[in-house]
């Protein structure tokens, strides 16, 4: 058995565009209404919706 090399992971940083604000903002709003979703997880994914911080493996 060969041994395998650990991939190197890449972090890079980004400015959102208008298309991410505005699935971002959908997102959120949608969530924030349901009494069920914490206003945490609902902030959550409106972050991670931006996509700001990508990750590549290389």
């Known amino acids: 058995m060969q ?6 992971v890449t972090v890079a940083w980004g400015r959102p565009g208008p298309v991410d ?8 709003y ?5 009494p069920q979703v914490h ?3 609902a902030i ?3 972050l991670a919706a931006l996509r700001c911080v990508r990750i ?3």
């Open 3 to 8: 041994p395998q090399r650990p991939r190197a």
């Open 21 to 28: 604000f505005v699935i971002a903002s959908a997102l959120y």
């Open 30 to 34: 949608l969530l924030h209404v349901q």
């Open 39 to 41: 206003e945490v997880i």
């Open 44 to 46: 959550a994914v409106g």
């Open 56 to 58: 590549h493996r290389v």
